[in-house]
């Protein structure tokens, strides 16, 4: 196969996500996100489409900075309601043998201890198909919910977060050897003592002195995504991550990001290649290309514009509710999201965008690339992404579900598949080991592979 | 029907819950309770039996309180390997569509306002039909492991969980009324903002203020379970229960602890009956007594007594790895699990028992009774356990897996049913509503019904 396009559905355990105000439309079904039902049918459709994973994300916090106050975001149900992004993948597991799952969780407000073990519960009942997207929060509002003032500094973040992932590291590679549970039914050994290491961690932000008390998963760590596009963020990604989803508008600015990206694996000891790169793509499809742009037409009849300000605000930190839709949005580094080799561009456009403009660019696709068109245009503007990038794959936001999803796999997916650039079965294996060919472990140069003990 | 026996199936994330050393028995499949296909046949199996629900045990940290290391229980994989209880319960709720799942999540690891999205987003996931056990914590380990030095001190414990308890009845019960999830598809309306209450919090251990993120689930506030046997445990249940757990080895101790629950529950100002009681029991049946009494004998060949010791010592807080086998055991009062109205009585035995005796006796249902017999017998031991105690059912502990319960549906569910104490259907609506015949909310006098904004 020529090089293998990589796909995520990109989805958040609530109706409105990166589509603000679709939930509107007729056949829209996102409200029914409370239920298990939902899930199950959508895990279904993406192994139907032989996806890789499905990405989920979380936040911690509703948005609020717009006009100081939630009321936007609740109105337009800008990711509030939401629920708990883990919770769903067992129910999805069960339905499926080989989907991936990543689910967000926020290092800032998940004790280690009872992180580790949850994602370590979650790779046994997977058999190995999870992923853990590291994120270390941006609203003040997720801060304010556990007790804080507001978030911590945006590079201490990041610091905190390098220490909690050499805990969490030490977890799950560390403490048991591969063969300690021996289950010997002859002696009673269910496992061996000696072969499991006692975890002492003192470190600035967090200690603990512990067995940890999980079995090793078929991965052991599950497989790392992540996001940060500031600096911090992309060295951070550069020595920990395996996979990294980006957010850019234009093929420009994703190979700029993916430059920075690969550079920094490379700088933190690894090959280019060892992080597979994500970018943010919504696709609208139909037979035709005409069908398909009358399609998009009828869905921006009910797009939200003040659902899309509640996100930029939330996401920039800045607060635009009293500002002139016809001036330029300009983000300036604050606490929350940061974009720092933007080169003074936004995620929402490459050239200088109005506020109304940037808003009515994230009612789809949270301003990302919008590819419409019959499957052979789709398939175009993939490929090209692809080789004019040096991305690896997608992570495709959805808009009107679950047609969203049901037609890309009818449609696309048999073209990218005669094109040679889309797997027609899955490979083996645990999710790292269907990304890589390898695993199902982290193998050196990964720092988190020099944790294990020797067996 | 006369009085109803209630049953919940007693189990924890692991193999060795409350029988140590039974994993070992040929027909034993519990060491595959990693697995998803283990809990949801699991699931089925109750749901075949009507029981009312999986009671899931926990706990964060490792027994190693018996010599000073962890060495017994990993031999004997005492509570050990563990995995996460909650997140067995979605695949398991997938699987059916009555069976209620009572979870045990320990408030001292779990932040208040990620931990109540949680359970919101369970509660909505299985529709209405999930409970929370309420816990502290008890062992050393388990404080070790998240970054203290021990265990907070037992009654400040208490005061901790009195104030997490009024912070998660806000965020349930007092930020979203009940129609403030208007979606309206005409105006673009998802959530009314103005039915959307603040919640402001600031006490002695938690402060917050946030919206609470998940719109409200069918029961709101979990079915709250809780255990605690010691005199503050006794007076939070009072306040805050509505099932409560209790672990007596005979008929005489479990009234005793019947009366003091109850007399919490009317000191709190509610009804005696407005907290079901469940004693553990443990049920070794089969056609005749003598099939039953043969099968136990043989159980009892695979019995673990270290297993025992470990966790006696982990419970208890007690190092008992030196201590001479026929010295009567004595426990005092620790920092770990407390029975203060045991009256010198430990919870294994009735009377002067030996560490040799209270650790064989632990080996099989934790030294609660075991109730070994054809139907008949069973049905009449369950009888004269409601009438002389007034407990309202029981968690039944498992010896072998599946067989434990399988051949209690078969053989005594039939015969209970025979005698019009117990259920032959399931009646409708969420547990909370199954097992008092109200809700799906708290509602007054209790205490949590208070939170709720006026609708």
Known sequence: MAREIRLN??????????????????????????????????????ERGLFDGLFLA??????????????????????????????????MAAETRHLGFGVTANLSFEPPYTFARRMTTLDHLTEGRVGWNIVTGYLDSGARATGKVKQTAHDTRYEIAA???????KLWEGCWEDDAVTLDRETGTYVDPDKVHRIQHKGEYFQLDTIFPSEPSPQRTP????????????????????????AAPTKLQAS???????????????????????????????????????KLDEYRRFTSIEGALALISGWSGMDFANAEPEAILKLVPTNAIRHDHNDGHTPYGDHNLTIAEAAKRVTIGAGGPVVTGSPATVADAMQEWIEDTGVDGFNLTYTVMPESVTEFVD?????????????????????????????????????????????
Chains 1, 2 share one sequence.
């Open 9 to 46: 559905a990109f989805d958040m355990n609530c109706a409105v996500h990166q589509s603000t105000g679709l939930w509107r439309h007729p056949r829209d079904t996102s409200t029914a996100y409370n239920t298990l039902g939902y899930w199950q049918a959508l895990a279904r459709e993406l």
């Open 58 to 91: 979380d936040v911690v916090g509703v948005y609020d900075v717009y006009g100081g106050s939630a009321e936007a975001a609740l109105r337009s149900g800008a990711q509030v309601p939401i629920n708990d992004p883990m919770l769903i993948v067992p129910a």
């Open 163 to 169: 220490e909690y992932l050499e805990l969490v590291y």
């Open 223 to 246: 497989v790392l995504y992540q996001a940060g596009s500031s600096t911090r963020g992309v060295a951070f990604a550069g020595a920990n991550a395996e996979c990294v989803f980006i």
């Open 256 to 294: 700029k990001n993916v430059i920075r990206i690969r550079d920094a694996a490379v700088a933190a000891g690894r090959r280019a290649e060892d992080i597979l790169i994500f970018a943010i793509m919504t696709v609208v499809t139909g037979t035709t290309d005409a069908e398909a742009t009358e």
């Open 411 to 455: 449609l696309v997916v048999p073209e990218l598949q005669r094109r040679g650039i889309y797997k027609t079965s899955y490979a083996p294996g645990t999710l790292r080991h269907k990304l890589f060919g390898s695993g199902p472990r982290l193998e050196t140069p990964h720092k988190g592979a020099a944790y294990r003990p020797p067996s």
